[in-house]
């Protein structure tokens, strides 16, 4: 037998006839086999709970992941990737994607924002640098800074390193890709219902009903309403439903119309003062602020005008086609809408904002309720992909070809919000905060900003094969982009035009610019196969992102990455690796050597006080993941990695003055595991470390300068009450940790971890 599989297109591992014996083993249907076509992962899972009652027990592998554009097996994929799928996220009670999300070593929300710039939603820091403008649904981007919830996702693909020659722009170091729920050919119902800690109240249902033949209809539904337990009056309060339909299930020509519509009303989260934390001074001359308590972390400061109010739509057409056994066409339309509206109180525990009338009573202390945060923001996209995929030869050189072109146009427009004539919250007492407070009056400033890139893009990958244990992979991507942006601002504030002989606030042109551009990127691979469960490779690749291709907003500041005059960020890595299938193929192990260079910086000259693309950051380190059953009744999801991020050329931006990049743990290490006991009974648990974390650089004095490193542990029991239903409990930061989860870039503001919590869930099949 050949190490290196000729799978043309075959289907990855949950895509094969097991998934059709199943629906007929629990419902009586007939057996199909799935289509050969490799176009969603989703189309061939059995549905949730659709399983023979003598098999309870997990399997976290996957073989492939969701895109055509990656043609070979996990196995044989030179990059690291990692799959998280819904079994994993059902069984932790995941319901974001940034929860999800810890699966994977390093990758987290470390990151509050700036004072006037509060993060919200999935700000995900993936080997040390921001990745949430690098967010896919089923490989169209996923736009807007909002909370993603799960509930209509079949797994979660995390791809390190430059992912340029697959999505066009992209974060240095990765990208995420969520896969959506399909129709399938079976019927039945399944279900959760969730209680727990924080008043949390959630309840989600997933149908399937085959209809005539080679059709089908799924839907998907959740309501949530929760606090977050640990923290006073944030809460989480959203609901969905995603209708889908299929065509041509288990033919040559497949037809999925999908649609997904979220509506959340959240109360958010502006963090906490960090005064008594470790590494706390004092932002002025009042040494007694050093030895001063650490507030209360369940205390919130925001007031009852606080709110986040989102709105997702997502519209999609995709359809598959054989043309033959050796080639397939796959086309994506997508139309998608965010909508984001909401206040935040943010804080900066300043000389002029931190107050202590009598500094041996701190009852009396305050802290000024003076940065509201406001957004209004609508984010468009539509966007036409088609893929081609071909098998070539069959003997001793074999080729995969995957080439496409993708038709893309985003736009972001925001209204801006301010407070108006001069109106404040009161300040709130720093150790017992009131929120039921009024006196901010807002409104529309009259300022704007509209952003709108228009992209065309096309690509080739081929993947060459000679004999059985050599391949070579390559692909090259082409895009070209124009982005128009322009504005209405304040002026007087940072960054805006000068008043003159105006009243400071006076609404006044702002940036009119455009960029135009070609990107061009690339990877290039070879692996070896020493046998046929094994392979060794090493990999090479480019990715870009270009000014505004974050946030789709170009920007006149000297300093900023988004000013139109400067070229593209650059990011090469060069990547050694080996994965093993190993305990016949149902535990993978792999380990990655890495080394990211991100150039193109901004960086200020000392001498002139100019800005130039001088500067260059680097992230290496080792990734180590496990993923599979150990035996037929104990599963394992596991990773570690080290992350050695730094400043090679340019300024520091670390608040301590090293070398380090902010927001990155040296080290971190996740694991879930299960186990199956012969009575019914599924005992579980799991582990999260994350290394000490380095705050940015802006100027502040006594703050931390870092956070503590941390473990966080788990645990999960579920047991099978009868054939259709479950109950399952689970206990999170069991040994009630006390941790710093994210940090703000001044240092004054922080968000606490969770402390100890519960949760109790009824899985329901039918």
Not at 220 to 235: A, F, L
Not at 480 to 507: E, M
Not at 620 to 637: H, N, P, R
Not at 725 to 750: E, H, P, T, W
């Amino acid at each position: 037998m050949a190490f290196i599989k000729s799978r043309k297109h075959a289907a990855p591992a949950a895509r094969t006839v097991s998934a059709a014996v199943l629906l007929t083993l629990a419902h009586g249907a007939a057996a199909v086999d799935a289509p050969p076509q490799q176009a969603k992962v989703n189309d061939a899972q059995a549905l949730p709970g659709m399983q023979v009652e003598a098999d309870r027990s997990s399997d976290y592998r996957a073989d492939k992941v969701s895109s055509p554009k990656f043609t070979q097996s996990l196995l044989d994929t030179t990059q690291t990737i990692q799959v998280i799928g819904k079994e994993l996220m059902q069984q932790q009670g995941a319901t974001t994607l940034t929860e999800a999300l810890r699966n994977s070593p390093g990758v987290g929300t470390f990151y509050v924002g700036e004072n006037g710039a509060t993060n919200t939603g999935d700000a995900i820091y993936m080997r040390g640098f921001d990745t949430s403008g690098s967010i896919f649904v089923d490989g169209a981007r996923d736009l807007g800074t909002i909370s993603r919830d799960v509930f209509n996702i079949e797994q979660v693909e995390v791809t390190k390193g430059p992912d340029g020659t697959e999505y066009g722009r992209t974060a240095p170091t990765g990208a995420v890709n969520l896969v959506t729920k399909q129709p399938v050919l079976g019927s039945g119902v399944s279900g959760t219902v969730q209680v727990g800690s924080g008043q949390r109240q959630r309840a989600t249902a997933d149908w399937n009903q085959s209809l005539d033949g080679d059709k089908a209809v799924r839907l998907n539904v959740m309501s949530q309403e929760s606090g977050v337990y640990g923290r006073d009056r944030v809460k989480n309060d959203r609901w969905g439903i995603a209708p889908s339909l299929a065509f041509g299930l288990g033919t040559p020509t497949r037809v999925y119309i999908d649609y997904l519509h979220i509506k959340q009303n959240n109360r958010p989260d502006g963090g906490v003062p960090t005064l008594g934390l470790p590494g706390y001074s004092a932002p002025d001359k009042r040494s007694f602020l050093a030895s001063a308590s650490a507030v209360d972390p369940s205390n919130w400061y925001g007031t009852d005008q606080d709110h986040d109010r989102d709105t997702q739509d997502l519209f999609t057409v995709i359809v598959e086609h054989d043309i033959n056994e050796n080639l397939a066409l796959h086309n994506t339309s997508r139309w998608g809408r965010t909508t984001q509206d909401y206040l935040l109180t943010s804080f900066m525990g300043s000389t002029a904002n931190l107050l202590t009338p009598n500094p041996a009573d701190p009852s009396t202390w305050t802290i000024a309720r003076s940065l509201p945060t406001f957004k209004h923001q609508s984010n468009r996209i539509a966007t036409n992909q088609t893929n081609l995929t071909a098998h070539v030869g069959d003997g001793a050189v074999t080729q995969d070809i995957s080439a496409g072109i993708e038709l893309t146009q985003e736009t972001a427009r925001t209204l801006g919000f301010a407070a108006l004539n001069g109106s404040a919250w009161p300040a709130a007492n720093l150790y017992q905060p009131n929120s039921h407070v009024r006196g901010l009056v807002y409104g529309q400033t009259g300022a704007r900003a509209s952003g709108k890139t228009n992209t065309a893009g096309a690509y080739v990958f081929d993947t060459l094969k000679f004999g059985e244990r050599w391949q070579v992979n390559a692909g090259v991507r082409l895009d070209h982009y124009t982005t128009d942006f322009d504005s209405l601002v304040a002026c007087g504030a940072r960054n805006t035009p000068a008043c003159g002989t105006r009243r400071t606030g006076t609404i006044v042109p702002g940036v009119n610019a455009s960029k135009s551009d070609n990107l061009v990127n690339y990877k290039l691979g070879v692996l070896y196969k020493p046998s046929a469960n094994g392979s060794i490779y090493l990999n090479v690749a480019q990715s870009q992102e270009p000014p505004g291709g974050n946030t789709l907003t170009l920007s006149s500041a000297a300093n900023s990455a988004d000013n139109p005059l400067f070229d593209p960020q650059k990011a090469r890595t060069v990547e050694v690796g080996t994965k093993w299938d190993l305990l016949d193929e149902k535990l993978m192990l792999t380990g990655a050597l890495y080394r990211t260079t991100v150039t193109n910086d901004v960086v200020q000259d000392p001498t002139d006080l100019q800005y130039y693309q001088i500067g260059k950051k680097r992230v290496q380190g080792v990734e180590i993941t496990a993923v599979g059953k150990l035996t037929d009744a104990w599963a394992i999801s596991a990773g570690f990695t080290t992350m050695d991020a730094t400043v090679k050329t340019g300024t520091v931006v670390a608040a301590d003055g090293s070398t380090d990049l902010a927001y990155t743990p040296k080290e971190a290490f996740t694991a879930w595991t299960t186990y199956h006991l012969p009575f019914g009974l599924t005992l579980g648990g799991g582990a999260r470390y994350s290394g000490e974390l380095k705050r940015g650089t802006d100027g502040a004095v006594g703050t931390p300068a870092y956070t503590k490193a941390y473990w966080v542990v788990d645990a999960m029991a579920s047991y099978p009450v009868n054939r259709h239903v479950d109950l399952q409990l689970n206990l999170y930061n069991l040994f009630d940790k006390s941790y710093v989860a994210a940090i703000n870039k001044s240092g004054y503001r922080y968000t606490p971890g969770t402390p100890r919590s519960a949760m109790l869930s009824a899985n329901v099949r039918f």
